[in-house]
């Protein structure tokens, strides 16, 4: 099979998200070829749900909060090869997914993550958020993290790994990556950046 034809899902949790989900999951919708959209809402009380239902019918809501749950929920309701967790607020530029197809050609990568930076921030904040671009891409040889706005893995390695832990207050996002870089590389790219809200 070629890489091409490896299926994508994405994977996005919610709850409350009317005012951004639309946006980007017509991004989404837009790409060639097609990805799957998996949605796990955690009973929103908003047009959340019913907004998502016009871009995909795997549209999911369970009673439990925590985003760990909801990622793990969505990742085994997925079919893609590749997993990508998205937030509802991140911004793609429109060539995110052949950046992801040329990264996991390499058969020894199990993960990535890449640059995070804000849509409209402040100078302090956009000077923060490259700093920490920076640790991530440092560190990702020896300790990996990734932030959970943006983070991509193989299938079959986070069903290995048990997925995220469901236990974790926080960093549940740079836990996974931990346990996912025993079974093989986990990456940074460095020529793909997408923008979360600063809400």
């Known amino acids: ?64 909060r925590g985003i760990a749950r909801a990622r793990n929920y969505g990742a085994n309701h997925a079919s893609g090869s590749l997993l990508v967790f998205l937030d509802a607020d991140i911004k ?23 640059h995070i ?14 700093f920490y671009n920076i640790l991530i891409q440092v560190t990702a040889k020896f300790k990996p993290h990734a932030r959970g706005e943006f983070f991509t ?3 079959r390695e986070f069903m290995q790994v048990g997925g995220f832990d469901e236990s974790l207050p926080c960093l549940e996002d740079h836990d996974l990556a931990h346990r996912l870089s025993r079974l093989g590389k986990f990456v940074f790219i460095s020529d793909l950046t997408v923008y979360e809200s600063m809400r």
């Open 1 to 64: 099979m070629r890489l091409k034809q490896t299926r994508i899902s994405a994977v996005i949790p919610t709850f409350m998200e009317e005012q951004y989900i639309a946006t980007l999951l017509s991004k989404i919708a837009e790409i060639e070829p097609p990805i799957e959209i998996v949605v796990v809402d955690s009973v929103s009380q908003d047009k959340t749900v019913e907004i998502a239902k016009h871009f995909t019918r795997k549209v999911y809501q369970i009673r439990e």
């Open 92 to 114: 793609l530029p429109t060539n995110f997914a052949e950046k992801l197809y040329e990264t996991f050609k390499d058969v020894k990568v199990v993960g990535a993550t890449c």
């Open 117 to 130: 930076m804000p849509e409209h921030g402040t100078l302090v904040e956009k000077a923060f958020f490259k």
């Open 153 to 155: 893995v193989r299938k």
